[in-house]
C-alpha cells in the first residue's frame, strides 16, 4: 500500500519558518518526482514544487521561489520543503504527491497523495 505522510505544519507569524517533511513508503519512487501542492480556503488546488527521485532537479511556482527550497533524503524515503519569510498568503493545507516521470503543476496527474497538514501564516 501506497503511503505518503506530510508532517511539520504548524502556526507561524509573517516572517517566520517552517519545515515540511513527507515520507513516502509501499514502493520504489526511482521512476517518480514528488511534488509539494497547497490549498487555501474556497482556492483551487496549486501547485507549489517538485523535485525529480532520481536526480534531484527541482523547479518552482514563481509565488515561492527565492523563499522555499525542496529536498530529498534517498536513504529515508523523504522529501522536504523548507519555508521561509512566510507570509498570511502562504496559509494552505499543503499535500505532497507523486506523479511518474518530471514532476507536474497538473493535480490530476499525481497517482499518489498524502492527507496533508495545514500551515497558518498570521501578522
Known amino acids: 500500500q501506497v503511503q505518503l505522510e506530510e508532517s511539520g505544519g504548524g502556526s507561524v507569524q509573517a516572517g517566520g519558518s517552517l519545515r515540511l517533511s513527507c515520507v513516502a513508503s509501499?514502493?520504489?519512487?526511482?521512476?517518480?518526482?514528488l511534488d509539494w501542492f497547497r490549498q487555501a480556503p474556497g482556492k483551487e488546488r496549486e501547485f507549489v514544487a517538485s523535485?525529480?527521485?532520481?536526480?534531484?532537479?527541482?523547479f518552482y511556482t514563481d509565488a515561492v521561489k527565492d523563499r522555499f527550497t525542496i529536498s530529498r533524503d534517498l536513504t529515508k524515503n523523504a522529501v522536504y520543503l523548507q519555508m521561509n519569510s512566510l507570509k498570511p498568503e502562504d496559509t494552505a493545507l499543503y499535500y505532497c504527491?507523486?506523479?511518474?516521470?518530471?514532476?507536474?503543476?497538473?493535480?490530476?496527474?499525481?497517482?499518489?497523495w498524502g492527507q496533508g497538514t495545514q500551515v497558518t501564516v498570521s501578522l
Open positions: 504527491a507523486a506523479v511518474q516521470g518530471p514532476g507536474s503543476e497538473y493535480a490530476e496527474e499525481h497517482d499518489y
Open positions: 523535485i525529480s527521485w532520481s536526480d534531484g532537479a527541482t
Open positions: 509501499g514502493r520504489t519512487f526511482s521512476s517518480y518526482s
